[in-house]
């Protein structure tokens, strides 16, 4: 199996290292992605219908430390607002805002190399394929067809280049759409729990704010 595989490189032709390098890259890149995904616990209903529980009974000690037990975006967002209870909504709003663009670039750090590598590893494959054919057509010329042998060299690292570079290319893009998904699901999360954060504030604040009601005398 090694030296197959080893034969069917060396067949490729100067084109094959390049290759390698992307798929070594983009390897590294989706285990370490799926990694700090897996490591997010919790679901966001989850988390925030625990901190609205508390925060309706008035624990608020209680509700951040229930965001800090959750290694979750939509909970360090949610932290940061509950830590500037009392405050301005506007306030609150910014701050929940600032977590959340930092837990999204953490999110979507090394994307853009799995993207990079979806899109130039089927352009070396293709590259590939020009040379291989270049070398064809030198060979022809250059010996004609009393060796076929020497043709089909280059048609077989033209066809192994571009079968390189799309068997590179279609895990990749698919891990990176995987990921960017699971990116745009989170932010919409953060985005939704953040505002309905601020309406349960609203809403104690509403309760708090009412006089008590009056007691019937007893007759």
């Given at each position: ?45 989850e ?8 925060l309706?009974?008035?624990d ?32 609150i ?9 930092h ?20 352009l070396f ?19 004609g ?75």
């Amino acid at each position: 199996m090694g030296g197959t595989l080893f034969t069917y490189l060396r067949q490729g032709g100067p084109m094959i290292i390049p290759l390698v390098l992307c798929s070594m890259v983009g390897v590294a890149f989706i285990i370490e992605r799926a990694i700090s995904h897996f490591r997010i616990k919790g679901a966001t209903a989850e988390i925030f219908a625990e901190i609205r529980e508390l925060l309706l009974s008035g624990d608020l000690r209680q509700s951040v430390e229930i965001c800090e037990s959750y290694d979750h975006p939509v909970a360090a967002t949610l932290k940061s607002g509950l830590l500037r209870y009392g405050k301005s909504h506007d306030e609150i709003e910014k701050a929940m805002e600032s977590v959340a663009l930092h837990e999204l670039s953490k999110l979507e750090k090394g994307l853009w190399i799995l993207a990079t590598v979806a899109n130039v590893a089927p352009l070396f494959g293709f590259l590939g394929t020009v040379t291989g054919m270049i070398a064809s057509f030198q060979a022809l010329a250059e010996v004609g067809l009393g060796n076929p042998q020497a043709v089909a060299q280059g048609i077989s690292e033209a066809l192994i280049t571009t079968a390189t570079g799309l068997i590179i290319a279609l895990p990749v893009q698919t891990a990176y759409n995987y990921f960017n998904n699971r990116v745009s699901t989170f932010a919409l999360d953060m985005e939704t729990s953040s505002s309905m954060l601020l309406e349960t504030f609203s809403e104690i604040e509403e309760s708090e704010a009412k006089p008590p009601s009056p007691q019937k005398k007893m007759i």
